[in-house]
């Protein structure tokens, strides 16, 4: 199983940004998908997942209304638009996949098995 994130970079605050992350060598319903982000001197935290089933979605309360995490199946890819960027976005953000049966988790990164390499998020004031 193989991850790839795209779609960050630089966006002044208040800005928005698409991230994908476009998985491989395995089917959409095998796997729920979770985005994560490091935040320089700081612990990496979940920001939002999705089930296998696109049935059960979660969102850390920090991201809750501004975004919001999507997923198509045809492509394989699972998407997290990010609305209102703050400085405090500022992140490498990571995708990640777990063979969880029901729901995606909190999520926690120790219920996640596979990664992505990561792609910066940097907002500017």
């Known amino acids: 199983l193989r991850l790839v994130e795209s779609g960050g970079g630089l966006v002044q605050s208040g800005g928005s940004l698409r991230l994908s992350c476009a998985a491989s060598d395995v089917t959409p319903d095998e796997i729920a998908v979770g985005w994560f982000r490091r935040a320089p001197g700081k612990d990496r935290e979940g920001v939002s997942c999705i089930s296998r089933r696109d049935d059960r979605i979660e969102y850390a309360d920090s991201v809750k209304g501004r975004f919001t995490i999507s997923r198509d199946k045809a492509k394989n890819t699972v998407y997290l638009q990010m609305n209102s960027l703050t400085t405090e976005d500022k992140a490498v953000y990571y995708c990640?996949?777990?063979?969880?049966?029901?729901?995606?988790?909190?999520?926690?990164?120790?219920?996640?098995?596979?990664w992505g390499q990561g792609t910066q998020v940097t907002v500017s004031s």
């Open positions: 990640a996949a777990a063979q969880i049966p029901d729901g995606c988790g909190q999520p926690k990164d120790y219920e996640y098995d596979y």
